[in-house]
T-cell receptor, first 113, second 113 residues
């Protein structure tokens, strides 16, 4: 039981390049989330999904797209990376029950030059 | 909108000292409240939670009580250990169905031997 895994762990991009971050969970959770963590800002929600085939915007969605084609996977895409997207990205999942715990992945550290 | 304000750090304590990290919130309705902990180089993990007024969450010697009258959820521990060194995040989730979390900015705790 791996929990929540994220690929890759580290990545360096040049401005304008694109990439996809992959999140996978093996807990059969309905809800999945993408957050970014920046110094002094805490974690901010980018996008989330309440089930396979659904996605919704969070607090800071601009510049990102997501897809949830399979229940266990949640992909975060950057179409044209900008230096402002340099951050640590965390994926999380939960069972969807009221006040259920969110389980976090280990994070992806992205640097955009 | 919903928001969480927590004590700014960093906080440095000696082993066996008493810890308090203040957290207050603004929310419509009655959110669920959480404390998450992030150890160096890792993702977040749930420390404790409370779902209604006067509930006390507790885990690993940490405690927090949901105070509706003061809109607070302060984290306390009677005797900290070096292994408690981490970043602590207060968070709330609305009960609107998506269980999205709104985080405070985090408080870094360092415990010295």
């Amino acid at each position: 039981n791996a929990g929540v895994t994220q690929t890759p762990k580290f990545r360096v991009l040049k401005t304008g390049q694109s990439m996809t971050l992959l999140c996978a969970q093996d807990m059969n959770h309905e809800y999945m989330y993408w957050y970014r963590q920046d110094p002094g800002m805490g974690l901010r929600l980018i996008h989330y999904s309440v089930g396979e085939g659904t996605t919704a915007k969070g607090e800071v969605p601009d510049g990102y797209n997501v897809s949830r084609l399979k229940k266990q996977n949640f992909l975060l895409g950057l179409e044209s990376a900008a230096p402002s997207q340099t951050s640590v990205y965390f994926c999380a999942s939960s069972g969807g029950v009221l006040a259920n715990e969110q389980f976090f992945g280990p994070g992806t550290r992205l640097t955009v030059l | 909108g919903n928001s969480v304000t927590q004590m700014e750090g960093p906080v440095t304590l000696s082993e066996e000292a008493f810890l308090t990290i203040n957290c207050t919130y603004t929310a419509t309705g009655y959110p669920s409240l959480f404390w998450y902990v992030q150890y160096p180089g890792e993702g977040l993990q749930l420390l404790l939670k409370a779902t209604k007024a006067d509930d006390k969450g507790s885990n690993k010697g940490f405690e927090a009580t949901y105070r509706k009258e003061t809109t607070s959820f302060h984290l306390e521990k009677g005797s900290v250990q070096v292994s408690d060194s981490a970043v602590y995040f207060c968070a709330l989730s609305d009960k609107g169905g998506s269980e999205k979390l709104v985080f405070g900015k985090g408080t870094k705790l360092t415990v010295n031997p």
